[in-house]
Each structure stands twice: as structure tokens, then as C-alpha cells.
């Protein structure tokens, strides 16, 4: 089932995002080694101003998600961090994921939910198209050394139309 992390759960956070990051260090920004060094303080904050979400199992936690503000554009939000155990792949815990997110967005007012993904990563592209994401035609890179893996900029509309139609309902819903 899916949590929201609350306020006191900085090392819950920790947990899980060293374990996402030691486990696929390509698809994201921020590295294990960096992240290994901060503080308590730090994981709290990061609790704190971040909405975060997590698929737990039992007492293990398999997934996470984070939504944040868009540092561009008031009406937009980021998705960032998303990861699924191994173990736990294939079962539809990703799209489960990207929900919560966008519930948080739709709460916030929010008009539309950006991400980046490696142009590499195939079982991500593949997700979040699935669930109506379409890529904007921005591109970008990791950071330095790793420059060459490429990133593309996903979005998704989450303004309900007059006539129903819900852009970021499934497409087998439609
Ligand atoms: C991308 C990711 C979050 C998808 O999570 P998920 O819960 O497996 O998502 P889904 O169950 O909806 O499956 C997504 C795709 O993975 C494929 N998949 C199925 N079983 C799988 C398995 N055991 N291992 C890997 N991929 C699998 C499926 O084919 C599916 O593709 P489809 O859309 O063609 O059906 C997960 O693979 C992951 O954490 N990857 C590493 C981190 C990452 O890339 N994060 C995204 C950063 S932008």
C-alpha cells in the first residue's frame, strides 16, 4: 500500500532513496556517494518540503515518488525520484506511484506534472507514456561526468475538460 511520509520520517527517506540510488545510478541526477553524506537534518528537510510516497510491503518499503514545485512555471509541478525494488517491478507499483503524484498536483491546482527521463531507460519512457505522459521535445543531460546519457522532458495536462475527457485517465479508460 502506498504512505505519505510525515514529519519524523527523514530516515524512512534515507532508506529507500540510497537504495534507489545505489540500485539504478543512471536514472537520476543526485548520486548515492553525495547522498550518503547528509545529515539527518538534511533527510528531514527533504521530508518536509517534498511530498513523498512510498509502496510498502509488509515492514519493507519497495517504491517511492516524490512530487516538488516547478522552478519555472507556477501552474506546474515536477515528478521526481521515482523507483520501484526489483523485486517489485511488473506489477503496476509505478503507475500506482505516478497516481499519488497526480492527486497532489490536481489538490495543489496544479494545471500540469513535468519529468525528466533518461533517453536510455525504456521501462520508464514506456510507464509514464502509458499513462499519458508525451514528451515536450526538451532535452538535457546528467550532470557532469555523466553528460553523455541524455534526458527528455516528459508532461502531462491535468485540466479536466467541459467534456469529460480526462488527459490523465489511462487510455483504455478514454
Ligand atoms: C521505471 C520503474 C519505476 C517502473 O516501475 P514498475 O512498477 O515496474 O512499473 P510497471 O509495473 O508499470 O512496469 C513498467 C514496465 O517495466 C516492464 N517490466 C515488467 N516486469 C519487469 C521487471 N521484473 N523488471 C523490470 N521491468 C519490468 C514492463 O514491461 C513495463 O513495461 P510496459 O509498460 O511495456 O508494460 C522501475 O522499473 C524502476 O524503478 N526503474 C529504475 C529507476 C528508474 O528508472 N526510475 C525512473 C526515473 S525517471
Request: proline share 7%; glycine share 12%.
Amino acid at each position: 500500500m502506498i504512505e505519505r511520509l510525515r514529519k519524523g520520517e527523514g530516515p524512512r527517506l534515507r532508506a529507500i532513496r540510497l537504495r534507489a540510488l545505489a540500485d539504478a545510478p543512471d536514472a537520476f541526477g543526485s548520486t548515492f556517494e553525495v547522498a550518503e553524506r547528509k545529515g539527518p537534518e538534511d533527510w528531514e528537510t527533504q521530508v518536509e518540503r517534498l511530498p513523498t510516497f512510498v509502496w510498502r510491503e509488509g515492514d519493507t518499503d519497495l517504491g517511492m515518488v516524490r512530487g516538488a514545485p516547478h522552478d519555472g512555471d507556477a501552474d506546474a509541478g515536477y515528478l521526481i525520484s521515482m523507483w520501484v525494488a526489483p523485486e517489485a517491478r511488473g506489477r503496476g507499483v509505478g503507475a500506482a506511484l505516478v497516481g499519488e503524484v497526480i492527486a497532489w498536483a490536481r489538490g495543489r491546482g496544479l494545471r500540469r506534472l513535468v519529468l525528466d527521463v533518461g533517453a536510455h531507460n525504456e521501462p520508464a519512457r514506456r510507464l509514464y507514456e502509458r499513462l499519458g505522459f508525451a514528451a515536450t521535445g526538451a532535452t538535457g543531460a546528467l550532470p557532469p561526468p555523466r553528460d553523455r546519457l541524455r534526458e527528455l522532458e516528459m508532461t502531462i495536462d491535468l485540466v479536466i475538460d467541459l467534456a469529460g475527457h480526462d488527459p490523465a485517465a489511462p487510455h483504455h479508460t478514454l
